[in-house]
Nanobody
């Protein structure tokens, strides 16, 4: 059974940083790649990143690369998303999810299972 629980969302000022956490079951981390996507009000879901379950290789949407970093702590069964230099347009609900990646001029992510999400608001 896939279990994903996000936390860490908050209100942050533009230019600030935030780290999101995703607590996952060992079963989930052993079987699936894990990544993040986000959804802003009135907008379509947007892929953010994906991390390979076996090699730990990381992939990012080009527009976010350099500001966002995905990482994993296997001892804690937790995946993180470090977000720096945040902008108001980063506002949205962020979801941790199982993911698949392919390249089509840019990395494309497909997500199959996700948690309840955590709200990130970037505003002064």
């Amino acid at each position: 059974q896939v279990q994903l629980v996000e936390s860490g969302g908050d209100l942050v000022q533009p230019g600030g940083s935030l780290r999101l956490s995703c607590a996952a079951s060992e079963y989930t981390l052993n079987l699936y790649n894990i990544g993040w996507f986000r959804q802003a009000p009135g907008k379509e879901r947007e892929g953010v990143s994906c991390m390979g379950r076996s090699d730990g290789k990381t992939y990012y949407t080009d527009s976010l690369k350099g500001r966002f970093t995905i990482s994993r702590d296997n001892a804690k069964n937790t995946v993180y998303l470090q977000m720096n230099s945040l902008k108001p347009e980063d506002t949205g609900v962020y979801y941790c999810a199982t993911c698949r990646t392919y390249y089509n001029g840019d990395y494309v992510f497909e997500y199959d299972y996700w948690g309840q999400g955590t709200q990130v608001t970037v505003s002064s």
